[in-house]
Nanobody, 124 residues
């Protein structure tokens, strides 16, 4: 069982930056693919970014590519999401999740363990 706790959300003006962190405990962090998802009010949860076990491969949703960066530190059992040039449409609750599988990085059904989420609000 893996427990995930996100932090770093908050309120920022459009064009600003935020950095999210997700600390993991339990399980073997380095064996999980890690991902970030988000859910805006009235919308389905959607993929944002994912990273492979050692961090050598990363994947991004088109809407955030070139603005967001996912990274991980296996020694600290933490995954990060650096968000730059934020837009009002980035407003959502952001979740980190752990994927023990070997298939898709981007499909939500592959992610077994989830954090509680952290609110990100971008004002215009």
């Amino acid at each position: 069982q893996v427990q995930l706790v996100e932090s770093g959300g908050g309120l920022v003006q459009a064009g600003g930056s935020l950095s999210l962190s997700c600390g993991a405990s339990g399980g073997t962090f380095s064996t999980y693919r890690m991902g970030w998802f988000r859910q805006a009010p009235g919308k389905e949860r959607e993929f944002v970014a994912a990273i492979s076990w050692a961090g050598g491969r990363t994947y991004y949703a088109k809407s955030v590519k070139d603005r967001f960066t996912i990274s991980r530190d296996n020694a600290k059992t933490t995954v990060y999401l650096q968000m730059n040039t934020l837009k009002p449409e980035d407003t959502a609750v952001y979740f980190c999740a752990a994927n023990p599988g070997l298939e898709s990085f981007t499909e939500i059904r592959q992610y077994v363990y989830w954090g509680q989420g952290t609110q990100v609000t971008v004002s215009s």
